[in-house]
């Protein structure tokens, strides 16, 4: 919402001169502010962590999916990130690629690129097409004694390029994730936050049919300030509670991130900035449009409020 943005240093201030202690301490912020959150988000979502980063939140998210499901396996997608912790490492090709390697638990499937990908725009059924290798990744996987835990996945992969993946991508995957007994968890950290426009999540833009089981976010949500959170169902935190290892975390949730959680939510609903993210995201992606016409090293255009990737090319044949 922009740096130093008055509201929000107002926010931290006035809660920082009340009370900021760990989470031990019982505060009134930490359900508001949960409350608050769960009004943008499917109803069957409806359990919050609060954590410190992105990163925090991700590895989270991997151990509810292990605890609820039983199985370790997770599939990601190529070129993806996830985070800086070992667990997180090792599920994201695009790091562990120029480290150890991948790890026999992780399986990696094709991006879903419609312009660079393997089944492009001229695809008859690109959706299909990009799911069933999900499903092959599965079968594969059983045949060797594998279980999938995960699929794992940022709603819009940003490192892996700008990506938009077709729609109706995410509820094939989620059937055939499902069926194999994991769960679908849908990484927001860098797109959250009303950042593509039309939605709040982009993982909406799949269509209103489509709810992930597990949510993961950072980055935005504290517009600059140490803060994360997990969003899941009822049945995958109980499953995660009975194990009688309580999920703690010492400042995840403390009042001054929740407070400042409060006025980030304040700011953008006050100054319209999910319309704000659509009306400027359409020009630039209109002059950039405007630019690929008249310039060959540009491939592609592509993008959602402000969301947005340039492919720049050598050969448009190839």
Not at 7 to 14: G, N, Q, T
Not at 89 to 96: E, M
Not at 149 to 156: D, I, K
Request: aromatic share 10%; proline share 4%.
């Amino acid at each position: 919402v922009g740096h130093c943005h008055p509201d929000i240093v107002k926010a931290a201030h006035e809660q920082n001169q009340l009370l900021n202690t760990n989470s031990r301490y019982l505060h009134d912020n930490l359900v508001d502010y949960a409350e608050r959150l769960s009004k943008t988000l499917p109803e069957k979502l409806c359990i919050f962590y609060f954590l410190n980063s992105g990163s925090e939140a991700n590895d989270l998210a991997l151990r509810l999916a292990r605890q609820y499901t039983k199985h370790e396996d997770v599939i990601v997608l190529d070129h993806a990130y996830h985070g800086h912790l070992t667990s997180l490492i090792d599920i994201s090709p695009y790091k562990f690629r120029n480290l150890e390697g991948q790890k026999e638990w992780v399986h990696v499937a094709p991006v879903p690129d419609t312009y660079r990908g393997l089944y492009r725009e001229d695809h008859e059924d690109s959706v299909t097409a990009y799911a069933d290798e999900v499903k092959n990744i599965i079968e594969h996987a059983h045949k060797r004694g594998r279980k999938i835990a995960a699929f794992f996945v940022e709603s819009l992969p940003s490192v892996g390029g700008q990506i938009i993946p077709p729609a109706g991508y995410f509820q094939k995957v989620a059937e055939h994730v499902h069926k194999a007994g994991g769960v679908f968890i849908a990484d927001e950290i860098q797109v959250g936050f009303g950042r593509v426009g039309k939605h709040f999540w982009a993982f909406q833009l799949q269509g209103e049919d489509f709810i992930p089981d597990i949510v993961t976010m950072g980055k935005p949500i504290g517009n600059g300030h140490p803060l994360a959170c997990v969003a899941t169902t009822k049945e995958i935190a109980d499953a995660f509670a009975a194990t009688g290892v309580e999920y703690f975390n010492t400042f995840g949730g403390n009042p001054v991130s929740c407070a400042i959680g409060l006025a980030v939510l304040d700011v953008i609903e006050k100054e319209h900035l999910q319309a704000h993210a659509t009306e400027v995201g359409n020009f630039l992606m209109k002059i950039l449009k405007e630019q690929q016409v008249k310039h060959p090293l540009i491939g592609d255009v592509r993008g959602c409020g402000l969301f947005i990737g340039v492919d720049l090319i050598k050969d448009q044949a190839e």
